[in-house]
């Protein structure tokens, strides 16, 4: 699990009935950040102050939500828990929590009028563990579904997914991710779909990328879908270097999930450092591959 790495709690909140929640990745010692936003339908905070030419380097917090922009408001409850426990930037007159976030677009599988609010980010945070993470149909992936091609009837259950990998030397790689892609995922050993769109009547997979060849347009609404994550490592970053493994550690998606970064995704992948020792960015990054495809797969139960 991603809680393997020294430094990083995880905690979720949802709301079953409304079928939305959010997840919280706490990094209370502070973390170097950068974030690699691909797909074309982005619901983001806080994610320019991680360019590498701006000023902040660390983060306290990672905020994952559905609602769609809506659940851009549970990044307030998560500063609110922070802030009472004094951690964040010192400004002289207070300490500000740093919570970059992203949201995926649930609205449609529950109750659009529920959506991750300030409450739920605090609830979140106060379940924060370094405990093993429940994955499935919790926090921020509760609604989350992959497949859309065929419309919401045909459409497979995902949910959130977290693994890890440690190596001899000490170098401990985790991922977690909320798959609530466009796409189909399948598993990038055997290329056999394993979670996607289906046909109604058999129960087969459609197949979403042979679809796309024979239809003018690919179906449904742009930001009705995203892969949100994050990689973490227990080394230490610059924020370049870290923006570098969040783009490589994207590859994952594109491997997994097909089509992947579509006008209908916003995905975004954040890496987060927590450590003190150098390794290759590299083997960090290609690390970050693995343990994000196998979080994916993890997501949608395989």
Same mark, same amino acid.
């Given at each position: 699990?991603?809680?393997?790495?020294? @430094?990083?709690?995880?905690?979720?909140?949802?709301?079953?009935?409304?079928?939305?929640?959010?997840?919280?990745?706490?990094?209370?010692?502070?973390?170097?950040?950068?974030?690699?936003?691909?797909?074309?339908?982005?619901?983001?905070?806080?994610?320019?102050?991680?360019?590498?030419?701006?000023?902040?380097?660390?983060?306290?917090?990672?905020?994952?939500?559905?609602?769609?922009? $809506?659940?851009?408001?549970?990044?307030?409850?998560?500063?609110?828990?922070?802030?009472?426990?004094?951690? @964040?930037?010192?400004?002289?007159?207070?300490?500000?929590?740093?919570?970059?976030?992203?949201?995926?677009?649930?609205?449609?599988?529950?109750?659009?009028?529920?959506?991750?609010?300030?409450?739920?980010? $605090?609830?979140?945070?106060?379940?924060?563990?370094?405990?093993?993470?429940?994955?499935?149909?919790?926090?921020?992936?509760?609604?989350?579904?992959?497949?859309?091609?065929?419309?919401?009837?045909?459409?497979?259950?995902?949910?959130?997914?977290?693994?890890?990998?440690?190596?001899?030397?000490?170098?401990?790689?985790?991922?977690?991710?909320?798959?609530?892609?466009?796409?189909?995922?399948?598993?990038?050993?055997? *290329?056999?779909?394993?979670?996607?769109?289906?046909?109604?009547?058999?129960?087969?997979?459609?197949?979403?990328?042979?679809?796309?060849?024979?239809?003018?347009?690919?179906?449904?609404?742009?930001?009705?879908?995203?892969?949100? @994550?994050?990689?973490?490592?227990?080394?230490?970053?610059?924020?370049?270097?870290?923006?570098?493994?969040?783009?490589?550690?994207?590859?994952?998606?594109?491997?997994?999930?097909?089509?992947?970064?579509?006008? $209908?995704?916003?995905?975004?992948?954040?890496?987060?450092?927590?450590?003190?020792?150098?390794?290759?960015?590299?083997?960090?990054?290609?690390? *970050?591959?693995?343990?994000?495809?196998?979080?994916?797969?993890?997501?949608?139960?395989?």
């Amino acid at each position: 699990m991603i809680t393997n790495v020294p @430094g990083i709690k995880v905690g979720h909140q949802q709301n079953e009935s409304a079928k939305t929640g959010c997840t919280v990745i706490l990094t209370e010692d502070g973390a170097t950040c950068g974030v690699d936003v691909r797909g074309s339908a982005p619901g983001t905070r806080e994610t320019d102050l991680l360019d590498p030419i701006n000023l902040v380097d660390q983060v306290h917090a990672i905020s994952l939500a559905g609602g769609s922009a $809506y659940g851009l408001d549970a990044a307030s409850g998560i500063m609110q828990f922070l802030e009472e426990r004094e951690v @964040g930037l010192d400004v002289g007159v207070c300490k500000v929590p740093i919570v970059p976030s992203a949201i995926l677009f649930d609205l449609a599988i529950g109750d659009a009028s529920v959506r991750p609010d300030q409450l739920m980010g $605090y609830r979140a945070a106060q379940n924060a563990t370094e405990k093993a993470v429940k994955e499935g149909s919790v926090g921020a992936g509760c609604g989350a579904t992959v497949g859309k091609i065929a419309g919401f009837e045909a459409v497979s259950d995902s949910g959130i997914g977290s693994a890890s990998i440690e190596l001899e030397n000490g170098l401990i790689v985790g991922a977690i991710v909320a798959v609530n892609a466009f796409g189909d995922v399948s598993d990038p050993k055997t *290329g056999e779909i394993v979670a996607g769109a289906r046909n109604l009547e058999t129960g087969e997979f459609l197949n979403s990328t042979k679809m796309m060849r024979k239809q003018a347009e690919a179906g449904g609404f742009p930001g009705t879908n995203t892969t949100i @994550g994050a990689v973490a490592v227990n080394a230490k970053l610059t924020k370049s270097e870290a923006k570098k493994v969040a783009q490589v550690a994207q590859n994952a998606i594109g491997r997994t999930i097909s089509p992947a970064h579509t006008m $209908y995704d916003g995905d975004t992948i954040f890496a987060l450092a927590t450590g003190e020792e150098r390794f290759s960015v590299d083997l960090i990054a290609q690390l *970050g591959i693995e343990v994000m495809e196998q979080a994916i797969l993890n997501a949608v139960g395989k």
